[in-house]
């Protein structure tokens, strides 16, 4: 083969490469608190969303664990201490309920949604706090105390993403 050519359809199969990498969906984790955007993330298929909070009436830990799949948040397993006052305490259907000494654990259900609301408490009402594996955990509390956060997951090309002026982690709390 005609090594200029050669190295002409090297080039050209790695432009396009890039072409198919860049222009792929990629999954976008965006956290609001009404219009204004606190994060943006790309996320992997797959990755875990932590939240937490102090139950309002029993006063124990309740933690909700959401997996990012198809666009959606879905809720993989829900940990209670007490399941009195509203928290679960059966196996919702195509799911299952057990636990240890330490938690009750509700996992299944096949409850997913595009868009999640979570009202924020303070540091004597919800305490909520939230992670996305593998960063540390965040206590939106002390940021975000009383405010209504919406959590969001959409596909966008990735180049789309890399270019927006909002993906930047955690922008100043106005």
Known sequence: MNTGLGKRLLFLVMILSLLVVFCSPVNKLSIFTKNTLL????????????????????????????????????????????????????????????????????????????????????????????????????DLYSSWAGQLLRFQVIQEPLIKILLEEGSTLFLENK
């Open 39 to 138: 994060f943006s993330l790309p996320v992997s298929s797959g990755q875990t969303l932590h939240t937490g909070y102090i139950h309002s009436v029993q006063l124990t830990p309740v933690e909700d664990d959401y997996r990012i799949l198809d666009s959606k948040l879905w809720l993989w397993e829900e940990r209670v201490v007490s399941h009195n006052a509203g928290l679960p305490f059966a196996a919702p259907r195509n799911g299952s309920f057990s636990s240890d000494k330490k938690w009750m654990y509700v996992r299944g259900g096949r409850y997913n949604w595009e868009t999640i609301n979570l009202r924020v408490g303070n540091s004597e009402l919800g305490q909520n706090w939230m992670s996305l594996t593998p960063f540390r955990r965040m």
